[in-house]
């Protein structure tokens, strides 16, 4: 890394948790600008899914069972 890098990094140091978290998430988006598009989407599934959950047009399943599927898939 640069010293100027270092400089800033040093300084991101000294700022609280949240903002650091924020310029770690800003940073992340210049790099990969579709990681903004996946987290848009991913909200929007979030909101979504409750809505859909009350409405009864889903069904909720047991992290048992979604656990189970997922190690069956893994260890094929």
């Known amino acids: 890394m640069t010293a100027f890098a270092e ?3 040093a300084e991101a140091l000294g ?4 903002e650091r978290s924020g310029l770690i998430n800003k ?3 210049s790099i990969t600008p579709a ?3 996946i987290q ?8 979504k ?3 859909e959950y009350k409405a009864g047009s889903i069904e ?3 992290s048992e069972e979604v656990f ?9």
Do not use: C, F, G
């Open 27 to 29: 940073l992340l988006e």
């Open 35 to 37: 990681m903004r598009s």
């Open 49 to 51: 899914r409750p809505a």
């Open 7 to 9: 400089k800033i990094y």
């Open 68 to 76: 189970s599927k997922i190690h069956t898939r893994l260890n094929k």
């Open 60 to 62: 909720a399943v047991p």
């Open 40 to 47: 848009d989407a991913w909200i929007q599934e979030a909101e």
């Open 15 to 18: 700022l609280p948790s949240d």
